[in-house]
């Protein structure tokens, strides 16, 4: 009897092992990189409060202890300028027997600098983090997310559209972003997986903060610049950008791409009427430019079918 009962508690512990575990499996994962502030941080927040299990990136050791103290959260050391961490992070997210459901490519960077004068370490470091990062990290996840037919979103920019002064080298980044998420969504598709890239306007963020910390660093002023007036207006600016709204809106597009049954490739988030009209303005310029005096111009009746037709496509 004695016996008997003790095998009947054994086979209850291995069942109930194996529920955890399969609740486990059940519950999906997500990784997010630059997760320790700003953007990154609100979505990594939002997804563990809509039950997913988020594996949130972060260089400091103080910032990934943060993010674990959260329920749905484990902060893990994740670096997207640094192979051996991004590595390190694929083998410890397979280990952990859970897969991946989604990656966010959230980490990101801007030099606000002009063109003429940026240096190339400077130019370097934006397109380390903002292009490459992605690059190296979509690329080493890819096999967990083919895996489970899972997501892949970049966080990106209205800047991937718009352009203007002092802002280049960030603004390349992002245009390189909305390249990436073309090509990319064209090859994952083969394997069912949904690519998109989320282009927020002007939200709350540490991506100012960090630019001044990086020029105070690097004891970089703006003397003998030929753009001082331009560079002082534009920090001057600067100094409300963190006030700016928090980025909820931009983590609720995030839930909607990654529960959508037909997610979109692009997902325009932006605080206010004005930065969605100048962001889709200059989208139409770019169109009346390439048609301009061409040879294969079109006029505005065949460019209005093309554009209703297109609407009627994303219906």
Same mark, same amino acid.
């Given at each position: #009897?004695?016996?008997?009962?003790?095998?009947?508690?054994?086979?209850?512990?291995?069942?109930?092992?194996?529920?955890?575990? =399969?609740?486990?499996?059940?519950?999906?994962?997500?990784?997010?990189?630059?997760?320790?502030?700003?953007?990154?941080?609100?979505?990594?927040?939002?997804?563990?409060?809509?039950?997913?299990?988020?594996?949130?990136?972060?260089?400091?050791?103080?910032?990934?202890?943060?993010?674990?103290?959260?329920?749905?959260?484990?902060?893990?050391?994740?670096?997207?300028?640094?192979?051996?961490? $991004?590595?390190?992070?694929?083998?410890?997210?397979?280990?952990?027997?859970?897969?991946?459901?989604?990656?966010?490519?959230?980490?990101?960077?801007?030099?606000?600098?002009?063109?003429?004068?940026?240096?190339?370490?400077?130019?370097?470091?934006?397109?380390?983090?903002?292009?490459?990062?992605?690059?190296?990290?979509?690329?080493?996840?890819?096999?967990?997310?083919?895996?489970?037919?899972?997501?892949?979103?970049?966080?990106?920019? $209205?800047?991937? $559209?718009? =352009?203007?002064?002092?802002? /280049?080298?960030?603004?390349? *980044?992002?245009?390189?972003?909305?390249?990436?998420?073309?090509?990319?969504?064209?090859?994952?598709?083969?394997?069912?997986?949904?690519?998109?890239? $989320?282009?927020?306007?002007?939200?709350? *963020?540490?991506?100012?903060?960090?630019?001044?910390?990086?020029?105070?660093?690097?004891?970089? *002023?703006?003397?003998?610049?030929?753009?001082?007036?331009?560079?002082?207006? #534009?920090?001057?600016?600067?100094?409300?950008?963190?006030?700016?709204?928090?980025?909820?809106?931009?983590?609720?597009?995030?839930?909607?791409?990654?529960?959508?049954?037909?997610?979109?490739?692009?997902?325009?988030?932006?605080?206010?009427?004005?930065?969605?009209?100048?962001?889709?303005?200059?989208?139409?310029?770019?169109?009346?430019?390439?048609?301009?005096?061409?040879?294969? *111009?079109?006029?505005?009746?065949?460019?209005?079918?093309?554009?209703?037709?297109?609407? /009627?496509?994303?219906?």
């Amino acid at each position: #009897m004695k016996k008997l009962l003790t095998a009947l508690c054994v086979l209850l512990s291995v069942t109930q092992m194996q529920g955890a575990m =399969a609740q486990d499996n059940s519950q999906k994962a997500v990784l997010i990189t630059g997760a320790s502030t700003g953007i990154g941080r609100n979505m990594a927040e939002t997804l563990a409060k809509e039950g997913y299990f988020v594996y949130a990136g972060a260089r400091k050791q103080t910032d990934i202890d943060a993010l674990s103290a959260i329920e749905n959260i484990e902060g893990i050391r994740l670096d997207v300028t640094a192979q051996e961490e $991004i590595d390190a992070a694929v083998e410890h997210v397979r280990s952990e027997g859970r897969g991946l459901y989604g990656l966010v490519n959230n980490a990101g960077v801007a030099v606000i600098w002009p063109l003429t004068e940026v240096d190339e370490e400077d130019m370097q470091f934006q397109m380390d983090v903002n292009v490459f990062g992605p690059y190296r990290v979509t690329k080493a996840f890819a096999p967990l997310i083919i895996e489970s037919k899972g997501r892949i979103t970049t966080t990106g920019s $209205i800047s991937g $559209i718009l =352009a203007g002064t002092l802002s /280049g080298p960030y603004a390349m *980044s992002k245009h390189a972003i909305e390249a990436f998420t073309d090509s990319l969504a064209r090859e994952m598709a083969k394997f069912d997986v949904a690519v998109s890239v $989320i282009e927020p306007g002007n939200y709350g *963020s540490a991506i100012v903060d960090n630019l001044a910390l990086r020029m105070e660093r690097r004891g970089q *002023s703006l003397a003998g610049s030929m753009f001082k007036e331009e560079m002082n207006e #534009m920090l001057e600016g600067f100094e409300n950008y963190t006030e700016a709204k928090p980025p909820d809106e931009v983590s609720a597009a995030l839930v909607e791409f990654l529960t959508d049954d037909n997610p979109k490739i692009r997902y325009m988030v932006v605080p206010n009427e004005d930065q969605a009209r100048i962001t889709i303005q200059q989208a139409l310029r770019e169109m009346t430019q390439l048609n301009e005096r061409q040879q294969y *111009s079109y006029s505005r009746d065949e460019l209005v079918a093309m554009l209703d037709e297109l609407m /009627g496509d994303s219906e």
